[in-house]
């Protein structure tokens, strides 16, 4: 039998997150205990998102985007700019602080943003184990049948 989780809004000052998991329904879905859709959002000259420093402990975060930048600075020196069709992997391990901000280059103009968030819990026996990083992958061209490679989407 199928669950359909209805996500919860949060308005974050203009910017809306949905968040399906957790939920009463759902504390989590296999590994996943965080899933979030944010946007789509258009920012005015100036705005963006400032989302400070925080901590994480024991899971990795996997961000995605389809529309704008995120700026994302970590514990570890990771100065990087997740954009559209990136994957960004922070592993938290034993801990890691990090921020999400709109770049400046982006909030000179509108800056739209729309994309997904998901966090995977660690396993607390293996959490001491894992070794804290921070990647951001650019899109990996894909060749389908004998069609010229292009970004996978």
């Known amino acids: 039998m199928t669950t359909v989780i209805a996500p ?8 809306q997150v949905r968040r399906a998991v957790p939920s009463i329904q759902a504390r989590s879905v296999g590994p996943f205990v965080f899933v979030d859709h ?24 996997v961000t995605f985007l389809w529309a704008g930048a995120i700026g994302h600075r970590d514990t570890l020196g990771s100065d990087t700019v997740i954009r559209p069709g990136d994957v960004n992997w922070m592993t938290a391990g034993r801990g890691i602080a990090h921020s999400e901000r709109t770049p400046a ?3 000179v103009d509108h800056a739209p943003l729309h994309g997904m968030q998901t966090w995977v819990a660690h396993c607390p026996s293996r959490m001491k184990r894992s070794r804290r990083s921070s990647t951001t992958t650019p899109p990996t061209p894909c060749r389908t049948g004998s069609r010229a490679a292009r970004p996978c989407a």
Do not use: Q
């Open 8 to 15: 919860r809004v949060h308005d974050l000052g203009g910017f």
């Open 38 to 61: 944010m946007g789509p959002a258009e920012f005015d000259a100036g705005k963006g998102i400032d989302v400070r420093p925080h901590p994480h402990i024991g899971l990795a975060t």
């Open 105 to 107: 280059l982006e909030r």
